[in-house]
């Protein structure tokens, strides 16, 4: 028998980089979200430029030795479409790095973006692609 909710494709979100690092090193919204990639009700999309800086702030700033690295890039690759994008994208001043967030979710064609930058959330939407933390897409998968 089937539920009431209305069976629907998962969303298309692409993750920051603060979420990846915060969903592998603490349990909390952020890893619920990543939980949600890996069981399919997320589709999430990434790039290159935010794996190696992926990897580079959890070498560099928490010192997650190689193979965690590895097995945890290795996971995020397995559950996500990888995007190819040029770097062309001038959007934000004041911290340009935060412009490839906003080229990988918008040439993958993502609906969300799910970030703890203040300069990404300050945007709110862009191009049609909402911007949220965390704890908002959960609320919004619960009530699908």
């Known amino acids: 028998m089937r539920s009431g909710k209305r069976e629907s494709s998962p969303i298309k979100v692409v993750l920051d980089t603060n979420v990846l690092v915060s969903a592998f090193l603490w349990d909390g919204n952020e890893s619920a979200v990543f939980d949600q990639c890996l069981g399919g009700a997320i589709s999430s999309l990434t790039s290159q430029v935010i794996l190696y800086e992926l990897d580079d702030v959890l070498e560099r700033k928490f010192g997650v030795p190689w193979e965690r690295r590895f097995e945890y890039l290795r996971r995020i690759m397995s559950a996500s479409r990888s995007i190819t994008i040029t770097g062309d994208l001038r959007v934000l001043d004041d911290d340009p790095s935060d412009d490839l967030i906003l080229e ?33 897409i959960i609320r919004i998968i619960s009530s699908r």
């Open 104 to 136: 990988t979710a918008l040439i993958g064609d993502a609906e969300f973006i799910i970030t703890g930058d203040s300069h990404l959330l300050a945007l709110g939407t862009f191009r049609g692609i909402r911007i949220l933390r965390a704890a908002e």
